[in-house]
């Protein structure tokens, strides 16, 4: 029965290039990718912390934030036009422009502008970020309710 069964050698397995890659060379790819899989994660989370540590500023005192961006626009406009200087301005956005178009101070006006208004020197800007321009200058005209003029 043993005379049946014959053994064929069978060969070895053809590995091509990648089977004679030496051991030393793929310990060295695994420890670069390795370091650079750390280095990856270490930048994530020094972005992370510097990202939560500006939140924790802006939470802390939000009014500072939104002094400190109407100072930047001011600093901005004044270096194209002479700004009053005695008082800070009340900064407001252009969210949709439709429901201005019926007053012909905002007929150029587009949503994101800007508008610096000054009550006490009663003058009114309005600022184009985008193309760095003022687009509008007027005179403030408020009229108080219940005041005859």
Do not use: C, H
């Amino acid at each position: 029965m043993s005379d049946q069964f014959a053994t064929v050698p069978t060969p070895a397995p053809n590995r091509g290039k990648l089977g004679r890659i030496p051991v030393k060379a793929l310990k060295v790819v695994l420890v670069m990718v390795l370091l650079g899989a750390i280095g990856g994660v270490g930048y994530l989370y020094w972005s992370y912390d510097k990202i939560k540590k500006e939140l924790t500023q802006v939470k802390a005192s939000p009014n500072d934030a939104a002094l400190a961006q109407a100072q930047q626009l001011v600093d901005e406009v004044g270096k194209l036009i002479a700004l009053p200087e005695d008082e800070t301005p009340t900064v407001a956005t252009v969210v949709d422009k439709d429901k201005l178009q019926e007053q012909t101070f905002f007929a150029k006006a587009e949503n994101g502008d800007k508008i610096l208004i000054y009550p006490n020197a009663k003058k009114v800007y309005i600022y184009r970020e985008s193309v760095k321009k003022i687009i509008e200058v007027g005179t403030l005209n408020v009229e108080q309710a219940g005041k005859k003029q």
